[in-house]
């Protein structure tokens, strides 16, 4: 066997990289990893940590309207301190870094600062040196998109808008993702007259189409301005703000642009290109159930291999790659079925399972349980925010497959109901089981009359 300086090293310490490292030296591996920018990746830093940090901010503003309701009288108007937040932000995410490299350094994995390089199948070089290993990880993740049009250099994208210098009274999205849907309404909560360009004619593309059109209405009633079927035609800057000529021909004066259309492998500069290692049709690395690219010994995970865009699944792919290369070479594929996932626009989504679209091309004959209703807490506080949940059964089997809700918190409530699904749990079993009361939570588990089928 050809002796390496390490059994494994990793490009990238983001969610994934970080946690194929510790996992793989806990498992006797020597390991190293190289970063170029920051420990934690695109989720820590500038991704999922930040964002839902801003999105709490964002709802206290639907908090303080809604007190009066409840006898609670305010002495004055509330305003926001952009600065404050963000820097507050900013210690959080600095407290997570330094974890992240305390967890490597505890584990006994090497940590190098600089953006490596792959020579061949087995050496790196990377901070001028130059390294050998048995098997080389690539786990950095994706990178902003920006499209091609006049004035796009005035855009800014996820990896700038934490951190504006001002806060934007008057603030632009354009994009119909969860980046572009959040954000929207993220900057709507804080104060700004936010708007949304999309080109499509709905946002949110791939989720249930019901689902879909309900946040639609929700985020437009809190005063989301929502432009579809249209683009940005060019962008001028004016005296201290932008001028966005969109292609209906409508013209927006904002603070500032917002570009969420997308993200693409972060792939540029890794030499992977001049090996020849295999891509998908969309510019992802192709990899085998075992995470291996063209090229055996170059593995990758994570966003840059072209799956679901989600934190929790390049740790789960992390650890099914270390059982599999250092551990337990018979261990299973990871499954990709039924993972749950959520939007923190206002009002949140949550959803698991197949949309009602998916479900009629599945197994076609279905029955669908779905309700919208005004929660209890805006009985007093006056909102008229509603709540939508959803709920797809395969008619033949009677099992639950998909379950979908708009709504406060949607997020938190999913997590256990993708259990169930995942579990392959039938409508009986939702009937059977007691509901908590008063909980908006307990309509999962009392909707007895199919709405449609």
């Not at 992240?100 to 350094?105: I, P, S, T």
């Not at 006994?108 to 600089?114: A, Q, S």
């Not at 990178?143 to 210098?165: A, Y």
Request: glycine share 10%.
């Amino acid at each position: 066997m050809p002796d390496f300086d390490y059994d494994l090293f990793i490009i990238g310490a983001g969610s994934g990289g970080v946690r194929a490292a510790r996992t793989a030296a806990a498992a006797g591996a020597r390991v190293a990893v190289a970063e170029d920018r920051y420990l934690g990746g695109t989720c820590v830093n500038v991704g999922c940590v930040p964002k839902k940090l801003y999105s709490y901010a964002a709802h206290f503003h639907d908090a303080f309207e809604d007190a009066s309701g409840f006898g609670w009288q305010l002495p004055g108007a509330p305003t926001l301190d952009w600065a404050t937040l963000r820097d507050n932000k900013s210690g959080e995410i600095k407290r997570l870094n330094d974890i992240y490299g305390r967890l490597l350094d505890t584990a006994g994995v090497r940590l190098i600062n600089g953006r490596a390089r792959v020579v061949d199948a087995h050496h790196v070089e990377v901070a001028g040196e130059r390294i050998s290993a048995a098997k080389i990880l690539v786990a950095v993740g994706g990178w902003p998109w920006v499209p091609d049009f006049p004035g796009s250099e005035h855009t800014v994208t996820s990896n700038e808008v934490f951190d504006l210098e001002q806060f934007p009274k008057r603030f632009l999205v354009l994009g119909g993702g969860y980046i572009a849907v959040e954000f929207a309404s993220i900057f709507n909560g804080l104060g700004s007259d936010a708007h949304l360009v999309y080109r499509g004619e709905l946002f949110l593309r791939g989720f249930d189409r019901e689902v879909r059109e309900f946040t639609r209405d929700q985020m437009a009633t809190k005063g989301v301005n929502l432009h579809f079927e249209t683009n940005i035609e060019r962008i001028e800057p004016g005296d201290g703000s932008l001028m966005v000529t969109l292609t209906n021909g409508e013209t927006l004066e904002v603070d500032a642009v917002l570009s969420a259309t997308g993200r693409k492998p972060h792939l540029l500069g890794l030499g992977l290109s001049e090996l020849g290692v295999e891509l998908n049709t969309d510019g992802t690395l192709k990899v085998n159930e075992r995470f291996e690219t063209s090229v055996p010994s170059i593995l990758a995970l994570g966003d840059v291999t072209g799956g679901p865009e989600l934190t929790p699944v390049a740790l789960a792919e992390a650890m099914h790659l270390v059982q599999q290369h250092f551990s337990d070479t018979s261990a299973r594929p990871l499954d990709y079925q039924n993972i749950a996932t959520a939007v923190f626009c206002h009002p949140n989504i949550g959803t698991v399972g197949v949309s009602e679209e998916q479900a009629r091309e599945k197994y076609g004959a279905i029955r669908v349980f779905r309700t919208d209703f005004r929660p209890m807490k805006h009985t007093l506080s006056g909102s008229q925010e509603r709540c939508l949940m959803k709920l797809i059964v395969d008619d033949e089997s009677d099992v639950v497959v998909g379950a979908h809700m708009v709504g406060e918190e949607a997020g938190e409530l999913i997590q256990g109901i993708a259990i169930a699904v995942r579990a392959g749990l039938t409508k009986a079993d939702f009937d059977a089981t007691v509901g908590i009361h008063p909980t908006g939570a307990e309509e999962f588990v009392t909707m007895r009359t199919p709405s449609r089928t």
